[in-house]
C-alpha cells in the first residue's frame, strides 16, 4: 500500500460514478499515489475493466487551449493519455467492507440510486464527497436515508467547474476538455479523520481543488447552478460546445445570458437575501460568462446526455430554480421555458 509523506498508510478511497469527473477525479488521486477502487456499475464493467489493465486514461485536452502549452504542441499533434495503472473495480454492492472515502460522481438524478447500494458500507466514520451539479442531491438523502443525523456519514460538497467528457468509445478514459477549478466544504463542523484526510488529498492534487467553509461555499453553489441554468440547456439545445455562446455574431445569445442572469438574481434576491451582494445580476453575467470562456472547448454534461439519449439533471438545475422561484413568489418565464423545453427534448429521445 502507498504511504503518505509522514510515513502513515494512504486510505483507500472509492468512487462511485466512473464517467468524465469521476475518472478524472480518480486518475488524479491514484497518480498522488492512493489506492482507488472504482465502484462500477455491473459484474460485466469491472471485467471490462480488468481486461483492459485495469487503468483510467486521462487525456489533457485543456493544453490545446492553453497559450502557454500550446506552443508545446506540433500542428496537429495528439496529446498523448496518460494512462493510470493500478486501480481497482467492483460493483457497489458485492462487499461489504467498510468505505471510508467515498466520492459520488454520478448525475444527480442518479444519486439516491447509487447511495442505497453502499449505504450499509458507510457508517459515521466515513467521509462522503458529492460531486454534482444543480442543489437538492445532499438533502434529497438526508431525507431518504437517515432519520437521525449521529448515523449519517460527514458529508463533503463541492461544486466542479472542471470540463470533462467521455468519447463513447473509450469507456475508462476521459478527456479533461477545461482546466478550471473545484471549491469543496465540509457539511459539519466537526468532521471523522477520514473527512481530514479526504480534505488533504483533494486539495492537493493538480485541480485547483479549494477547501472552504460551508458559508463560503454557498454562494459558489449559487452561482454555479445559474451556470448550468444558462449554460448546460442552452448547449444541449443548440447542439454546440459552450464557447459558441460567445460568438459575437449572434447577439441575441448575450441577451439570453443577461436577461437569465436578471431573472436568477430576482430569485436569489428573495431566497437568500444576506447574499445579495455576492449574487447581484452584473455578478451572476460575469460568473456565467467566464464560465463560457474557461471551458469554451467542453461540450456541457446536460449536452451529453443529450447526445446519449440519457435523462438530463433539468430537474436539479432550472426545475430546482423554477420550484424556488414559486416558493418566494417569483415569476421565473426563462427557467420554466428552458425546464420545459429540456422536457420536450428528452421526451423525443
Ligand atoms: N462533465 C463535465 O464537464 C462536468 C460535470 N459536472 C457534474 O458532475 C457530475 C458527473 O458528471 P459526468 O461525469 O459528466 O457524468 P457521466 O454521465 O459521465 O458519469 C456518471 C457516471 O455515473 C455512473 N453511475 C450512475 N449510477 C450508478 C450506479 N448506481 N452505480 C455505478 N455507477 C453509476 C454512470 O454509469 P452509466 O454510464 O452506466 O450510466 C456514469 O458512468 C454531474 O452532476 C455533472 O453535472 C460538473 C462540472 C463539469
Ligand atoms: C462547467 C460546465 C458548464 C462545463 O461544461 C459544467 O458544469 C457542465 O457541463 O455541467
Avoid at 460551508?214 to 459552450?242: E, F, H, Y
Avoid at 464560465?291 to 443529450?306: E, F, G, P, R
Wanted: some cysteine; proline content about 5%.
Amino acid at each position: 500500500m502507498a504511504s503518505s509523506a509522514e510515513g502513515g498508510r494512504l486510505s483507500r478511497i472509492y468512487v462511485l460514478g466512473a464517467g468524465a469527473v469521476g475518472l478524472l477525479f480518480a486518475g488524479h488521486l491514484r497518480n498522488a499515489g492512493y489506492p482507488i477502487t472504482l465502484l462500477l456499475r455491473s459484474s460485466a464493467a469491472v471485467e471490462r475493466f480488468e481486461q483492459q489493465g485495469g487503468k483510467i486514461g486521462i487525456v489533457n485536452d485543456w493544453i490545446r487551449a492553453h497559450p502557454s502549452r500550446q506552443r508545446l504542441l506540433r500542428a496537429g499533434e495528439e496529446i498523448p493519455c496518460c494512462s493510470i495503472d493500478d486501480v481497482q473495480a467492483e460493483t457497489p454492492t458485492e462487499k461489504d467492507t467498510i468505505i471510508n472515502q467515498l466520492i459520488i460522481t454520478t448525475k444527480a438524478q442518479h444519486v439516491q440510486q447509487a447511495y442505497s447500494q453502499v449505504q450499509s458500507r458507510l457508517n459515521p466514520n466515513s467521509a462522503v464527497l458529492m460531486l454534482q451539479n444543480g442543489m437538492g442531491t445532499l438533502e434529497a438523502i438526508q431525507r431518504k436515508f437517515y432519520t437521525h443525523s449521529q448515523n449519517q456519514p460527514a458529508f463533503i460538497i463541492g461544486t466542479n467547474a472542471h470540463g470533462c467528457l467521455r468519447h463513447s468509445n473509450e469507456e475508462f478514459a476521459t478527456h479533461h476538455t477545461a482546466m478550471s477549478s473545484c471549491k469543496i466544504a465540509l457539511h459539519i463542523p466537526s468532521a471523522p479523520q477520514s473527512a481530514m484526510e479526504m480534505l488533504t488529498a483533494l486539495a492537493a492534487l493538480p485541480l485547483n481543488v479549494s477547501v472552504v467553509n460551508w458559508s463560503d461555499l454557498q454562494p459558489q453553489m449559487l452561482l454555479k447552478l445559474a451556470a448550468n441554468a444558462v449554460i448546460n440547456p442552452a448547449t444541449a439545445l443548440a447542439g454546440c460546445r459552450n464557447g459558441l455562446m460567445l460568438q459575437p455574431e449572434v447577439p441575441s445569445v448575450r441577451e439570453f445570458v443577461a436577461s437569465a442572469c436578471l431573472e436568477i438574481a430576482a430569485i436569489y434576491a428573495r431566497a437568500h437575501p444576506h447574499l445579495h451582494s455576492e449574487l447581484s445580476a452584473a455578478a451572476i453575467e460575469e460568473y456565467v460568462l467566464n464560465i463560457v470562456h474557461v471551458t469554451a472547448q467542453n461540450k456541457s454534461s446536460m449536452l451529453q446526455d443529450v447526445a446519449a439519449a440519457r435523462p438530463t439533471e433539468s430537474d436539479w438545475i432550472n426545475g430546482y430554480l423554477v420550484r424556488l422561484g414559486q416558493q418566494h413568489g417569483v415569476p421565473t418565464p426563462i427557467n420554466t421555458s428552458l425546464y420545459a423545453l429540456m422536457k420536450l427534448r428528452e421526451s423525443a429521445f
